[in-house]
């Protein structure tokens, strides 16, 4: 059987009927005066999962994060962890700890001192405490900057910095914020990698909110979509990429050539779709329930079209042509935007497997778009 | 930029310094005069400053200044910091904007109204005059300045700061003496610093609520001066002026130092 996407590792306790949710959101509402942030939510998420809230600014995502830590309460519906209601539990006698975006360090204590300070609040004794920072210490290689001030430290230090201040009393779950928002593209890139490692070597719940979906790809077990205020889909990155389940979803990841039309024919399997606007015929693999007359949406990404100078054998379906009108070349790969006919600009996106072509495609190229049956997705809703 | 000092520029700086000064230069010199005219100089001498310093009446009416001061200033440091804590925190509630323009009002505020108005309180109420309504007035006018003070610098508190502790299991109170009181620090000392000068140099509001036994020393001068100024009141100014002085040239010098070494604390952070 095919599957979507390649699978990082055997972990997917959400398949599995028998495993209990760690942390759930039940019929979460919450409103600020007239405006409704978060909109009749539910969600549950597993232990030892890198949960990703995923979405614009704005959709609710950070308040959802804010509600788990306790700052605050939902104005209807309830918030279970490890089975406990948390409502009316102060943020201070929670099990979570949570990474602000501002990092949020304690500009007059050490960077000993701020690791510390969650430590001392439980009353721990002081050898332990030590014992504690130093491998807090250890763990984010900051051994050398214990007695400086967070001022002193640069800006990827203090991530961490932060980072093992939450990390070091053990939470239950820990909740970042916009965790590598403040640090710039290489070291954000390494970060994430870091974040995983030290996810799997805790195995803590970790819940990160962001907005930038490349970091959400990369390091999250699921990704939760979200706007205003509600989930739109809940998925591993490979099924949100290859599968989303609205045209929402399809758009708001990656890129995507988007096509509205309606279903001409059903055929066992199949699905063909006329999209008159581009004078176009698109048969495609009947992943949903349809029916003749029925309005579909039908995405497909760049990179799963083809594109060549002659003429595919059957140009009566998934085939169009036009003439090559943008070139974006990111070294890596190359995007084409092919404007058809209709006027209507595809993008159509290939690899750079090689470093020297014969007779590259060039502007206003007339060249000829195709793709496979099993190629894009039908959106239904 | 044109770094030449025309005569012009000059001159306007002379008669600008002088205009601020010369009263003050004046005074000091005075205060070491050895003739008992205040205007006639006849020789350098301390006399007036020992003669100072076995006036009891100087000496108690100092005391009872530093007291006042050092009662009401703190005291007004701590209600101006809970006032600035409850309008820069709680944003929501109804009449806010009142709230925080009623702050502002004593500032601008006659001293005359602001003493004449305490003194037909402690009248209505029957409260003795004496040092402890001084205090009290003074703990009034104060405490809005220490509550402006304070509140520029809750503006721009990082709220996650205490959001921060108390993730990391810290109560509320625990909160504020351990994160919110140290950041806010060199706001709450400078309003503090702010209020005792206030309170050192009052003389309107100390005399509409004082009553016997209370007198302060901007008091006392004013009341001395008017039977006749002696160089003894010279050297009590000094005495003052020096000490403020001081006070400001200390608070500069340390503020400037820290500035300094935070701004090369994150060039060498910058680095790494």
């Not at chain 2, 009341?223 to 608070?251: D, F, K, M, W, Y």
């Amino acid at each position: 059987m095919k599957s979507l996407g390649s699978f990082r590792r055997k972990f997917a306790p959400w398949n599995d009927p028998e495993a209990k949710p760690y942390i759930s959101f039940e019929n979460v509402t919450k409103k600020f005066g007239d405006f409704t942030a978060v909109d009749d939510l539910s969600l549950t998420i597993y232990n030892r999962e890198f949960f990703a809230l995923l979405g614009a600014s704005g959709c609710g995502k950070s308040t959802l994060l804010r509600m788990l830590a306790g700052f605050e309460e939902p104005t209807s519906g309830r918030i279970l962890l490890d089975g406990q209601d948390l409502r009316g539990i102060p943020p201070y006698k929670r099990p979570v700890n949570m990474m602000f975006q501002s990092y949020a360090l304690f500009p007059h204590m050490t960077v000993e001192g701020n690791i510390a300070f969650g430590l001392r609040q439980d009353g721990m004794p002081k050898n332990e405490i030590e014992a504690r920072v130093a491998e807090m210490l250890k763990l984010v290689k900051l051994e050398q900057f214990a007695k400086r001030k967070p001022h002193q430290l640069s800006g990827g230090q203090r991530q961490r910095v932060a980072l093992a201040r939450c990390v070091a009393k053990r939470p239950k779950v820990l909740l970042l914020d916009e965790p590598l928002g403040a640090l710039d593209k290489k070291l954000r890139e390494e970060t994430q990698f870091e974040l995983m490692d030290l996810q799997m070597k805790l195995g803590l719940t970790f819940v990160v909110v962001t907005h930038d979906q490349e970091e959400a790809m990369t390091m999250a077990d699921r990704i939760a979509v979200m706007d205003k205020g509600k989930v739109k889909q809940v998925a591993t990155p490979a099924e949100v990429y290859e599968a989303p389940n609205s045209k929402f979803v399809a758009d708001f990841i990656g890129n995507v050539n988007m096509f509205e039309g309606t279903v001409s024919t059903v055929v066992p399997g199949k699905v063909d779709i006329n999209v008159p606007a581009d004078k176009i015929t698109i048969r495609t693999d009947a992943t949903r329930d349809c029916s003749a007359g029925q309005p579909v949406g039908f995405a497909i990404r760049p990179e799963k079209i083809r594109l060549s100078r002659k003429e595919p054998a059957d140009t009566s379906i998934n085939a169009a042509h036009g003439e090559l009108y943008d070139i974006a070349y990111f070294g890596d790969m190359t995007v084409f935007h092919v404007r058809l006919e209709s006027g209507r600009i595809i993008k159509a996106a290939s690899l750079n497997a090689v470093r020297t072509v014969d007779n590259p495609l060039g502007y206003d190229d007339m060249v000829w778009v195709n793709f496979d049956t099993d190629a894009g997705i039908l959106l239904t809703a | 930029m044109n770094t030449t000092w025309s005569r012009f520029n000059i001159v306007s700086l002379v008669i600008g310094f002088a205009f601020l000064y010369l009263p003050i230069v004046l005074l000091v010199v005075f205060s070491f005069n050895e003739s008992r005219l205040v205007t006639v100089w006849a020789g350098f001498s301390t006399k007036w400053y020992v003669s100072l310093f076995n006036n009891k009446s100087f000496i108690d009416a100092a005391w009872v200044t530093i007291r006042v001061g050092l009662i009401s200033a703190t005291v007004a440091t701590i209600l101006g910091t809970l006032g600035a804590l409850a309008l820069t925190r709680y944003t929501r509630f109804r009449g806010r904007m009142l709230f925080s323009a009623m702050i502002y009002a004593p500032l601008v505020m006659p001293e005359v109204i602001t003493g004449l108005s305490l003194l037909l309180l402690f009248v209505a109420i029957g409260f003795d005059r004496g040092i402890w309504t001084v205090t009290l007035a003074h703990i009034t006018f104060t405490m809005c300045f220490v509550a402006v003070v304070v509140q520029s610098r809750l503006v721009t508190f990082d709220r996650s700061l205490e959001e921060a502790a108390m993730d990391l299991g810290a109560t509320p109170v625990t909160t504020f003496f351990k994160v919110t009181l140290p950041v806010i620090l060199p706001a709450v000392v400078s309003g503090w610093m702010l209020a005792f000068t206030l309170s050192l140099d009052d003389l309107v509001i100390s005399s509409f609520t004082s009553g016997p036994g209370a007198t302060t020393l901007p008091m006392r001068i004013y009341s001395q001066v008017r039977l006749g100024v002696t160089p003894e009141i010279n050297a009590a100014c000094t005495i003052l002026i020096a000490i403020v002085a001081v006070g400001v040239v200390i608070a500069s010098v340390a503020n400037k130092r820290r500035e300094v070494q935070k701004a090369r604390d994150e060039q060498a952070a910058a680095r790494h």
